[in-house]
Nanobody, 122 residues
Framework: QVQLVESGGGLVQAGGSLRLSCAAS????????MAWFRQAPGKERDLVAG??????YYADSVKGRFTISRDNAKNTVYLQMNSLKPEDTAVYYC?????????????????WGQGTQVTVSS
């Protein structure tokens, strides 16, 4: 059974930092593209950052503040979030696309974690 389990969310003040982790089990994801999406109440689920092989993608709103990385030996992907803003408040989801490739469309990702809440207070 494939599982993606996120951790590291929480409450932080504006300007602070958090690091999210996503541990994958049940199969190896070294060739998959891995991504972090987020969804705020009443809004669509949007791609925040993705990584596939040596390629990375960042949404304009997080460029220069967030960094995605992966440790294939640990089957884990991370999202380091610095200079957090209240508008970063959302549920953050880890996702994997076993077919590879960096896409912004949630439907292209066939594995999902349960989500972790990130709340940034002003």
């Amino acid at each position: 059974q494939v599982q993606l389990v996120e951790s590291g969310g929480g409450l932080v003040q504006a300007g602070g930092s958090l690091r999210l982790s996503c541990a994958a089990s049940g199969r190896t994801f070294s060739s998959a593209s891995m991504a972090w999406f987020r969804q705020a109440p009443g809004k669509e689920r949007d791609l925040v950052a993705g990584v596939w092989s040596t390629d990375t993608y960042y949404a304009d709103s997080v460029k220069g503040r967030f960094t995605i990385s992966r440790d294939n030996a640990k089957n884990t992907v991370y999202l380091q979030m610095n200079s957090l803003k209240p508008e970063d408040t959302a549920v953050y989801y880890c996702a994997a696309n076993s077919r590879g490739g960096l896409t912004t469309t949630p439907e292209d990702y066939n594995y999902w974690g349960q989500g972790t809440q990130v709340t940034v207070s002003s």
